[in-house]
């Protein structure tokens, strides 16, 4: 490798040697100070390069990128408070377990503390939110520094997607000349035909991971445990973004309809929608039935399970983590980094394991355990109870939709609109397959209550490590431009307002996305909070009205946009999927009323499982 000068050869060889270790994509901001590392990926061929011009979104597009991957994506910028706006999406990538490897440029060490213009203390500027930093030494044609330069940048990259996968910090010191300018005798002419200069054939130093696995004995304890369960329950919160590839949801479904255990799956559980997903509360018990997706509406009619296996991060439900923690069970948390992720402090057992390994080798447990059993299916002790633990889960979850779909007519979201319709319809109306990016707040909560599991291909995404409004926009962005499914984004109005720097990547970086923007006027999520019934302050410090009318943005970014109404959304949403370019659905709603409608709908829910439940009963007695 040559380069006219030392900076320019610092750019190239991390360029290089993130390249030969798989990094398929970098977001660069510009600034002078990282000129090095910009040219050096501006030209090189086996890198996707995105331009955008804020640092935050910047990063919260490689997030959302890294995201729908499960693979890296770099981030570059120059020096000062342009690596201070990237941390907020650090901080989800940390929490959340996203890869991202960040490059930060930096003036020379002499002049930290100086008064230099530009110049703050980058170094582990983002604290223990990332899972590894170094600072880069200072550019020189030297060897043996070269070689150390190559070995961080592999093991930096492999440092992203260990066990927990999360973001990697380099800092990154340069003196000028920043541009390609030739410096004569800056760089030996012998260097290029050195190992530091060549390089290898691949990366530089190759890292090999190992997974967490449960021994034969643990799985057939913890099988026997789950036999030995009369009411066993699996719990799938929001997925790690390496567990959306990692684990398999037609094995994970297997285990479950073997066990008798319902699934209780989160919207970006990875387990709600898909192939895997079979009826359920149908007549045929052969049928798979293993996913739920209404408990949070009705949960806390249902008696306590008895054992409960939890993977992924903590439920998005409420009621579905207070039923948890008040349940009298033994619940092992599955978690390929041994990481506690429970707040309410009541289960009982950590597995520090691969989840995908962990359900194969009970899968396997179960095997031998059937080939070694002689009676018959219907002579097993606790089949009969198993059986009615899911028959009464089927009638919660039939009863629960019931009352949704007539929430969903016409003639209902006329007289009575809710949010909660509109992602009912977003989910049912969606393409196969497609990635549907949720914002926090009401919109993922209402994901969570009103979207039914279905067998469409369906990804389904949100930023629930620290779980933020911020970001939301570029997020989805980034998520689309790794995929050519159709990209679906709900989010609110201050998420929107809050990330609209961001949507200058529709053009900027070709991502074309339907954006549902659900309208209420401020801070609809706090009248769920007691703050409501103290006013002032509550309208104008908590809800925070702003009056903003969002046209403007699209005659500004040049989007389509368009005012709906929530009855007519469904066919206004269908015609945007089937259209070339980006739509806004906008969406109005008076928050009040929304969520005076959602709670009415919730105790309609409530009521008519508990009816439903107790007739089923009934029945069981006769």
Known sequence: MTAPNRATLWGRV?????????????????GSRSTPLTVAFAEHAEIDVYSHLDERAAAYFALGRARRTGKPTALVCTSGTAAANFHPAVMEADRARVPLLVLTADRPPELRDSGANQTVDQVKLYGDAVRWDAELPEPEPDERTVRSLRTTAARALAETTGVPPGPVHLNCPFRKPLEPIDVPGDIPESFAETLAGRGRDGPFVETTGGTRALGDDDHRRLLGALEAADRPLFVAGPADPDGLIGLEPAAVTELADRLGAPILADPLSGLRFGPHVGPTGGENRKEPRSIYGGYDAYIAELPS?????????????????????????????????????EATFTATDLLAADPGAVIDGLLEALDESDRAESAPEDSMPHAATADDWRARFDAAERRHWEIRDEALTASALESEPFEGAILAAVFSNAPDPATVFVSNSMPIRDADRFGRPQAADLTVLGNRGAS?????????????SATDDPLVLVTGDLAFYHDSNGLLAVDRCDVDATIVLLDNDGGGIFHKLPIEEFDPPFTQQFKTPHGLEFDALGEMYGLEFERVAPADFAAAYRRSLEAAGTQVLAVEFDSEANH?????LAGRATDAVASALEDDAVDGSD
């Open 14 to 30: 991390l360029a290089d040697e993130l390249a030969k270790g798989g990094l398929e994509a970098v977001c660069l901001a510009p």
């Open 305 to 341: 399970p008895d054992v409960v296996l939890r993977f992924g991060a903590s439920p998005t439900s409420k009621p579905l983590r207070h039923w948890l923690r008040d349940a009298d069970a033994r619940q092992f948390l599955l978690d390929p980094a041994g990481a506690w992720r």
């Open 468 to 480: 933020g409004i911020d970001g939301i926009t570029s997020t989805a962005l980034g998520a689309g």
């Open 596 to 600: 005076r409608r959602r709670d009415a």
